[in-house]
């Protein structure tokens, strides 16, 4: 077919061999991260020593905070910060997230402060963060406007049932009550797929919903 049709059948190559390589190689890079994701961070440390470039630092703290080393990847994100890339938008949105994990509210607010009119941030998680820190810090009234824009129908599960986490603890057992029974509610709907996708975040609802 390549010698006779040499464009039909260099289209066929290419779908039968070289895009079902790539797949392979995808598949298989993902399950050396799953079962030995030191490799991973190791790789990206070694690449990021041979070409110190933003994005591969990036890379580099992205992989450490999937991973749960939130100092390091701070450490990264903050070395990305620099030049042409001093407010990137991603890189504060990651460094948020690392801040909230490792405990760091006023960081969280120093640098949300920088992106909080992005139209990428309050569609992020970080936003909820924000609201978070504001809260923790007295600002509670502030705080309200970021704790509605991320409790939105069929949608950031994990932060909802957070959120209904923090209106518990303040002693808003209602307002809980209310977020967790729509998230149920709204998982019950689910086809089989959402429900894996989301499962840990039910299972979680379900728990606290049962505590209250």
Do not use: C
């Not at 504060?92 to 949300?112: C, D, N, P, V």
């Not at 950031?156 to 959120?163: A, G, M, Q, T």
């Not at 809980?176 to 729509?182: S, Y």
């Amino acid at each position: 077919m390549i010698i006779f049709l040499p464009v039909v059948g260099g289209i066929v190559y290419i779908l039968t061999q070289m895009v079902q390589k790539r797949e392979v190689e995808q598949i298989q890079k993902e399950l050396t991260s799953v079962i030995n994701p030191t490799k991973k961070i190791n790789d990206l440390k070694a690449q990021l020593e041979f070409a110190d470039t933003f994005q591969n630092r990036v890379n580099l703290a992205d992989a450490l905070l999937e991973q749960g080393n939130y100092q390091e990847a701070i450490d990264h994100y903050r070395d990305a910060l620099s030049g042409n890339f001093s407010n990137d938008v991603y890189v504060k949105i990651q460094l948020i997230r690392a801040f909230h994990q490792h405990g760091e509210s006023q960081w969280i607010i120093q640098e949300a402060e920088s992106i909080k009119a992005h139209p990428d941030f309050m569609k992020s998680a970080a936003s909820f963060y924000y609201g978070l820190a504001l809260d923790a810090n007295g600002n509670s009234e502030a705080a309200q406007a970021y704790f509605d824009n991320i409790d939105r129908r069929y949608s950031n599960y994990p932060e909802r049932v957070k959120l209904a986490s923090h209106y518990s603890n303040k002693g808003n057992t209602e307002k809980a009550i209310e977020i967790l029974d729509e998230v149920l509610a709204e998982g019950a709907t689910m086809g089989q797929d959402s429900s894996k996708l989301h499962r840990t975040a039910l299972a979680e609802a379900r728990k606290l919903r049962g505590s209250l």
